[in-house]
Structure formats: structure tokens, C-alpha cells
T-cell receptor
């Protein structure tokens, strides 16, 4: 059972370059999330999706884009990398709680450096 | 907006002793969930314990327990019989039921376990 898989694990980008962070989950979760974790800080929500074809902005969406064409995949796109986007990125997924308590499952993170 | 505050940037404990990590949160909602996540140097986000706001009974998971004070909006984590493997960053998180069900994180507490 793979859970939430993120690729790549590490990446160095030059300012202005673009890239896509990949996220896949095999648990058939409806909800998926992208968070970023800056040094010494907790995680902050970038974008989320409550199902295929439905996405919405989180707390820090500027400079990012997402798509969700299938339940399994939720890629995060950086169009013009900036040094402020240097961070560790986490993808997470869960079922909606609906009276239950469904925790979010996290991937292992992608460490991204913009130089 | 909901906020989560962890007032202890760092804590230390002797092996086999007990330590308590503090967390307070601010919300006007009545139906929510609270979590403690552990992040070791490997960077994984590992769920330690969860608490439903409607439950008065404090959650316990083996050596981990919480002291949930809803009126005071306090959610502390107690680790008993501390082990070297407990050394990590600990994040308190809040999740509102319904809507995006995003997690709102505190800034974390770094726990050191001394042999």
C-alpha cells in the first residue's frame, strides 16, 4: 500500500524556471491538499481539491497552479520560480469526515530550492 | 480565521520521564477536530493522536495522551516514559468539520530527548 507518493524528493531550480511537483494517492481519497513548510514554521495550505475537477485556493496560492483531472493525481505547478518559493512541499489526502474523523495522510515531501 | 499557537519553540526531557507540550487555538466554531503530528528528521508527517471536539473524554494512544480543555481552547500533549525515538518536531493542528477540512498548523515544538 503506497499511500501518498510525491516526486521528486529534491529539486533545485533557477529563478524563472517552471516545474511540476507530482502527487499520487492510491487510497481513493476525495480530498487532496498541497502544503508548504518554510524553515521553523508549520505547514500552510497552498491549494486543495475536494474531488476530480474541483480545486480551490488555500492560504498561500500565489505563484502556483493545480489541476485535478482524476481522483488519484493532484499535481502542483510552479510557473516562474522565485526564491520565496524555496520550501518543503507536502501533499496530503483524506476522506471527508462526515461525522467521522478521517485523518490526512501525508506524502514524504519535496524539498525545493530556488537559486 | 482559525489560529493555532504553540508557545514552546523547544522542549527537552530525560529518557523515561514525562513531558507536556502546549497548544492553544482560536475558533468560533463548535464542531472541529484537533491533532498532534510528529515530524522526525526524516521529514515525514506522522499522526500521533486525534481528538474530536464533541468528545469530553481525552484521547490516549499508548504513551501519548492529551488534555483537551474546550472552554479554554487548549489541547496539550503528554508523552509518558519518553524514548529516544520520540525526539522530533511536534505540530498541533486544527481541522474544521465540513468545507475544505484543511488543517491549520501551529509553528511546532522541537522535542529533544536526553539519554
Amino acid at each position: 500500500n503506497a499511500g501518498v507518493t510525491q516526486t521528486p524528493k529534491f529539486r533545485i531550480l533557477k529563478i524563472g524556471q517552471s516545474m511540476t511537483l507530482q502527487c499520487a494517492q492510491d487510497m481513493n481519497h476525495n480530498y487532496m491538499y498541497w502544503y508548504r513548510q518554510d524553515p521553523g514554521m508549520g505547514l500552510k495550505l497552498i491549494y486543495y481539491s475536494v474531488g476530480a475537477g474541483i480545486t480551490d485556493k488555500g492560504e498561500v496560492p500565489n505563484g502556483y497552479n493545480v489541476s485535478r483531472s482524476t481522483t488519484e493525481y493532484f499535481p502542483l505547478r510552479l510557473e516562474l520560480a522565485a526564491p520565496s518559493q524555496t520550501s518543503v512541499y507536502f501533499c496530503a489526502s483524506s476522506y471527508p469526515s462526515r461525522g467521522g474523523n478521517q485523518p490526512q495522510h501525508f506524502g514524504d515531501g519535496t524539498r525545493l530550492s530556488i537559486l | 480565521a482559525q489560529t493555532v499557537t504553540q508557545s514552546q519553540p523547544e522542549m527537552s526531557v530525560q529518557e523515561a520521564e514525562t513531558v507536556t507540550l502546549s497548544c492553544t487555538y482560536d475558533t468560533s466554531e463548535s464542531d472541529y477536530y484537533l491533532f498532534w503530528y510528529k515530524q522526525p528528521p526524516s521529514r515525514q508527517m506522522i499522526l500521533v493522536i486525534r481528538q474530536e471536539a464533541y468528545k469530553q473524554q481525552n484521547a490516549t494512544e499508548n504513551r501519548f495522551s492529551v488534555n483537551f480543555q474546550k472552554a479554554a481552547k487548549s489541547f496539550s500533549l503528554k508523552i509518558s516514559d519518553s524514548q529516544l525515538g520520540d525526539a522530533a518536531m511536534y505540530f498541533c493542528a486544527y481541522r474544521l468539520q465540513g468545507g475544505s477540512e484543511k488543517l491549520v498548523f501551529g509553528k511546532g515544538t522541537k522535542l529533544t530527548v536526553n539519554p
